[in-house]
């Protein structure tokens, strides 16, 4: 097996937004913000080679939306998903598997693109399996009022037309220690309904993708909950037990939403659980 980070793109979010209760005088200290109140974001993708399956974690924005659309999310810097599954000798039609942690736009946005005569969309990569959980597609198709501009029509539908969308095989507990990509799942849902996390096994080493749940450094202390979570309560204390386990057994928690840090690790202090270590992922792995 071999993992490679892959870089979507970088964007920008309202820090009050992302930190919720949380004063802008404490959160402005990890994350700063710009004069506009904006921080600093990235979707960071995850590729798992693994025998004969390229398994992809999550596929950022995409490119597909209006430029109204992008003019929210102040985008920045030069990375693109193509760009970076480049530069490990990869193509998108390579991928054998995406596996979206959840259906948030800037989470499987670029699993859909326009087609050739942009009259309508396709699947981004077309010799891949899309894999969801069934929970998590009936939340996401049918929205509530405060998720709805997350969850967008083209994103979706053009996964189960095209015959390529799959549900991973849920148990009755939160985690699955091996799902269907050999990789373990633990189930959230204080962000979303059913976010699934991935819990991968590599080098000796516990690599967990933690997506909304944990979307930067700075969102390690407990109250430290986005703005976005439909049940931050849940959150609060789906969070706890995470970062209790994660210390416990020396977890790397790699952030998807990070701009500036790509792995950390956690230890407990008289303040409660807290950072220990930044690591690039290139000085950890071989």
């Not at 980070?5 to 404490?26: C, H, Q, R, T, Y």
């Not at 974001?41 to 430029?67: H, V, Y």
């Not at 849902?189 to 979307?215: C, E, R, S, W």
Request: proline content about 4%.
């Amino acid at each position: 097996m071999k993992l490679y980070p892959i870089e979507a793109g970088n964007f920008k979010l309202d820090g009050g937004a992302m930190f919720g209760v949380v004063p802008k005088s404490i959160w402005n200290r990890t994350n700063p913000a710009d004069a506009n109140n904006m921080i600093d974001l990235t979707a960071r993708c995850l590729l798992i080679e693994n025998g004969d399956r390229l398994i992809l974690i999550d596929t950022g924005m995409g490119t597909k939306q209006s430029e109204k659309f992008f003019s929210y999310y102040y985008q920045w810097g030069d990375h693109s998903l193509d760009r970076s599954l480049k530069k490990y000798g990869f193509h998108r039609d390579d991928i054998t598997d995406v596996f979206m942690t959840h259906l948030h736009f800037d989470h499987c946005g670029g699993s859909v693109q326009w087609n050739k005569d942009r009259t309508g969309y396709e699947p981004a990569f077309k010799n891949a399996i899309f894999w969801t959980n069934e929970a998590h597609w009936e939340w996401a198709t049918k929205p509530n009022e405060r998720e709805k501009a997350s969850f967008l029509t083209e994103n979706l539908l053009p996964m189960k037309e095209s015959g390529q969308l799959r549900f991973i095989t849920r148990n009755e507990n939160n985690f699955i220690e091996k799902s269907e990509l050999d990789f373990g799942i633990l189930f959230v849902d204080g962000h979303t309904d059913k976010q699934m996390l991935p819990h991968i096994t590599y080098q000796n080493k516990t690599l967990v993708f933690v997506a909304d749940l944990l979307p930067t450094a700075g969102h390690i202390p407990l109250p430290y909950v986005m703005g976005y979570d439909t049940r931050p309560l849940l959150t609060l204390s789906e969070k706890a037990q995470f970062l209790e386990t994660a210390v416990k057994n020396d977890y790397y928690l790699f952030m998807e939403h990070d701009a500036h840090n790509q792995i950390c690790t956690l230890q407990t202090t008289e303040k409660g659980v807290r950072l220990k270590e930044i690591h690039t992922f290139d000085h950890l792995f071989d």
